[in-house]
């Protein structure tokens, strides 16, 4: 009797599964239908000729973004970015470039070391006037990153082949009228352009290593064993292993570093989806490196994806302690396929799950408030669960360390200068009255260059927003609603006289940070990446509370212990 009604239960259930994919099915095709009858009414009927590709676009683009930001539609013209993306590699010249209004033109911008630019003589800061005899600069574009991406798809190319590119660049003294600059033409040979992942790779001190970590493409985890190796070579008893600001990449290469700690066949991450046939479970796949070597993984929250598996899984297999603060919260996983015209969609396939169980997805795209923002889980509502040794550890907001590192509170001036041209043109002018500098992890810009960049602010208009004087405003405004504007107004006035910036006293209340800011930006247009992340190393928290840890074994172990009694 009870199996027969089991049967009956099951069969009850199928058949309304059934019935609701076919009402799903039918809606689908009902809206398609209606989207392609009303555009072809407005193709047929409207005043104007309508651009297909614009407005067909422009509502995928629409569709897409109300999903959720990691789905995405690449067009014909734009595949070879998600390979770049997937795999770290392009044909070109190997540098960055940004729009500057203020010069109506592209500039070059940090040129990778050891790549064709960088070899050939690029500089930060060269504005970009012709590539191939074509006139780039002048066009006052509306659509700056149509813009820039014309520009790029003109400086790659083929490997082997030659780009010539007609340069200005700005020179270290400028005059009333303007910058002087120095006309260039450069011909660079293309070549196969891939950045590495691991940026960073030295010791510490003499039994701690240090590796910071940029990304997750291909082969990422093997960079990361050699670079592993290497310290070892060098007395490395225990692992610094930087993943701050890493926005991940692939999945399968967050398992194969996770390999490289725990003993193979370990359990990582578990995929599952709605189809099916996405699910499946992740296991390290090669014997590790180092299975005791103590480790302390770095996060913060620009830690996501991959990162994140790989942070999250080394703590739920109590295989290092975390110290930073709070992870990004992305747990989902992304897949791709082919469209007609050769067009590809990136599109969300599945939720991960690391070892503990947990998935640490932050934001609910299915669901949104008011606002039409996805809505964050709440603290109250994650659930807890356990490590290998016991220790609780919880899902739905990312990974929370095991020792947080509050972060420093910095004012909105350093803010602002890190996004300011001025910033950026002072070092290009330091770096062309430079030709070599010192090591990074020995660079110092003395007293007088300090000065001399504090007048060149002034000089060239560099302005900051004041956010106690933003208050101070609101507060005006709410006096005047209730009626003490009158009243203190004099007040008001002797405040704001106080709050009104003075960039040489707001200099030095905060020299030691600018001086951070001003090397770092320096460093980087000599080292790339490695530069500002040595200088960063001289004076961060965060490094020095992981070493700490490291150096004190007893600690150690007492974090990764289970809290249970």
């Known amino acids: 009797m009870k199996h027969t009604l089991y049967i009956l239960i099951m069969c009850a259930v199928v058949a309304v599964s059934a019935s609701a994919q076919r009402n799903h099915n039918f809606e689908t095709a009902k809206q398609l239908d209606i989207f392609n009858s009303l555009y072809r009414a407005l193709d047929l009927n409207y005043v104007d000729t309508l651009d297909a590709k ?18 995405e539609y690449y067009r014909e013209e734009d595949t070879d970015n998600l390979k770049t993306l997937t795999t770290g590699k392009y044909a070109g010249i190997g540098s960055p470039i940004v729009y500057r209004r203020d010069l109506d033109c592209a500039v070059f911008s940090a040129p990778y070391p050891d790549m064709p630019a960088y070899r050939f003589g690029v500089r930060s800061g060269d504005r970009i006037r012709r590539v191939d005899g074509t006139l780039v600069s002048g066009e006052h574009p509306e659509d700056t990153q149509k813009y820039l991406s014309d520009i790029t798809e003109k400086l790659r190319g083929e490997p082997g082949t030659t780009v010539e590119v007609e340069l200005e660049r700005p020179l270290s003294a400028p005059t009333s009228q303007g910058d002087t600059v120095q006309q ?12 590495p992942n691991v940026v960073l790779a030295k010791m510490l001190d003499e039994n701690v290593g240090y590796v910071y970590l940029a990304g997750y493409t291909e082969n990422a985890a093997d960079e990361l064993k050699l670079s592993l190796q290497s310290l070892k070579t060098q007395g490395m008893r ?52 180092d299975r005791k070597m103590p480790i302390v993984v770095l996060t913060d929250y620009g830690t996501a ?13 109590d295989r290092a302690v975390i110290v930073g603060n709070r992870t990004y919260g992305k747990g989902l996983v992304q897949q791709s396929v082919s469209l007609p015209y050769d067009g590809a969609l990136k599109f969300t396939a599945a939720k991960y799950y690391i070892p503990s169980g947990r998935c640490i997805q932050a934001l609910d795209y299915a669901h949104r408030g008011e606002n039409g923002q996805p809505l964050h889980l709440a603290d109250s509502l994650c659930k807890i669960f356990h490590t290998a040794a016991g220790r609780p550890v919880r899902d739905g907001g990312g990974i929370t360390p095991d020792v947080v590192v509050e972060q420093d509170t910095l004012p909105s001036l350093i803010g602002y200068l890190r996004l300011s041209t001025q910033l950026f043109d002072w070092a290009v002018k330091y770096q062309n009255a430079h030709p070599t500098i010192a090591p990074a992890s020995e660079f110092q810009l003395s007293a ?72 770092s930006e320096v460093l980087g247009n000599y080292y790339g990446d490695a530069g500002p992340t040595e200088r960063m190393l001289r004076d961060d928290p965060v490094v020095r509370e992981a070493c700490d840890i490291l150096h004190d074994s007893a600690r150690y172990a007492q974090i990764l212990s289970s809290q249970k009694k």
């Open 54 to 71: 614009k407005r067909i676009g422009d509502a995928i683009d629409y569709m897409l973004g109300e999903i959720d930001p990691y789905t």
């Open 184 to 195: 260039l033409t450069l011909r660079i040979v293309r070549e196969q352009i891939r950045r």
């Open 238 to 289: 225990s692992l610094v292993f930087d993943l701050r600001g890493n926005g991940g990449g692939l999945l399968q290469e967050a398992v194969k570093m996770v390999g490289l700690f725990v003993k193979r066949g370990s359990e990582v991450v578990s995929v599952r989806g709605r189809s099916e046939r996405v699910n499946e479970e992740y296991r390290t796949p090669i014997e590790p490196l």
């Open 305 to 317: 994806s991959a990162a994140e598996i790989t942070s999250g899984a080394l703590q739920d297999l």
């Open 448 to 519: 007088d260059e300090m000065a001399e960049f504090r007048q060149y602010l002034h000089e060239h208009g560099f302005r900051y927003d004041n956010q106690s004087k933003r208050k101070l405003q609101e507060l005006r405004d709410w006096a005047r609603v209730e009626g003490y504007s009158a009243d203190s107004s004099e007040l008001f006035d002797k405040l704001e006289a106080t709050l009104t910036h003075n960039l040489d006293h707001d200099f030095e209340r905060w020299y030691e940070e600018l001086r951070s800011v001003a090397e």
